[in-house]
């Protein structure tokens, strides 16, 4: 990845224009408030550096944050895989490139997961919290995948720019002096070989960019997947697509063209 695409990541928000758009924003700030309470975070306050009491996201609280949040972002990807997956054999039809997309995601926040795993080892009463919270959440998005895919990728849009909110504030934290532990701290053996971190950016530090990178990407994935005909549009991030996009791009079709190659194929 392009280090200088990973260090301009900023954090972004699409405006809620419908009520299905309204709908998914509300249910992701509501899931935020209780990942808060679960979590016990507590932001800084972005107008001081002033160490007070009210602050209290010590490193062992981020990496907590950031475990309960990876092992419930790594649902929906899955979730929308699979179910496309079914539809596509149920239907006899072709996908659209849709899965792979979708597979690509989940996998990655997975592998987000095992590396915060790998500088911490969650309590029983954490493990508990994320079989719960998996439990719901699964069986939630799945029926609401199966009423309203398009809402859905609209609310992973926004919950992914939570996640990299999240992550900005604990790049910050950490570029403050507000977490030492992890100053001099080196990104687990399996976090350098999957982001293939090159030589004298395999920190702490560094890990955190490269994964609110993937977050940032989520987000507009999903936000892109969101505007798009659920049943007819092609995936324009599948890596087959992707050629067929550059094939078309001099022609006037667009993917209005590629959606009808796609109706002729299938």
């Given at each position: 990845m ?9 954090t ?6 419908t009520?299905?758009d ?12 209780g990942?808060?309470f ?10 001081t550096?002033?160490p007070?009491?009210a ?9 907590t944050r ?8 790594g649902v929906p990807?899955?979730v929308?895989?699979m ?6 054999i149920?239907?006899?039809?072709r ?10 995601e ?8 095992l590396?915060?795993l ?7 009463a954490?493990?508990?919290m ?15 995948y199966?009423?309203s895919?398009?809402?859905c ?11 990299v909110?999240?992550y900005?504030?604990?790049?910050r934290?950490?570029?403050d ?9 080196q ?6 070989k ?21 977050e940032?990407?989520?987000r507009?994935?999903n936000h ?34 590629l ?5 002729k194929e299938?």
């Amino acid at each position: 990845m392009d280090p200088s695409r990973i260090l301009a990541v900023r954090t972004a928000h699409r405006k809620a224009y419908t009520w299905q758009d309204r709908a998914a924003l509300g249910t992701v700030r509501l899931l935020r408030w209780g990942m808060d309470f679960v979590s016990g975070y507590n932001s800084r306050p972005a107008d001081t550096n002033t160490p007070s009491k009210a602050y209290i996201m010590t490193e062992e609280k981020w990496i907590t944050r950031f475990i309960f949040l990876e092992s419930v972002a790594g649902v929906p990807g899955m979730v929308a895989g699979m179910l496309r997956h079914l539809k596509s054999i149920r239907r006899m039809r072709r996908d659209n490139g849709w899965i792979e997309t979708l597979l690509e995601e989940a996998y990655n926040e997975r592998m987000h997961l095992l590396a915060f795993l790998k500088l911490a080892e969650p309590g029983l009463a954490m493990r508990f919290m994320v079989l719960g919270a998996q439990w719901v959440f699964f069986s939630g998005f799945s029926l609401a995948y199966l009423i309203s895919p398009q809402i859905c990728h609209r609310f992973v849009g926004y919950l992914e720019e939570e996640a990299v909110i999240t992550y900005s504030k604990a790049i910050r934290d950490l570029e403050d002096g507000h977490l030492p532990a992890w100053e001099g701290l080196q990104a687990p053996k399996m976090a350098i070989k999957y982001w293939q971190m090159p030589e004298g950016q395999r920190c702490m530090h560094s890990l955190l960019l490269y994964v609110r990178a993937d977050e940032a990407k989520h987000r507009d994935v999903n936000h892109t997947l969101g505007n798009l005909d659920q049943n007819m549009d092609p995936n324009p991030f599948a890596a087959k697509v992707r050629a067929q996009v550059q094939s078309v791009t001099g022609s006037t079709g667009g993917l209005r063209q590629l959606r009808e190659n796609s109706r002729k194929e299938t």
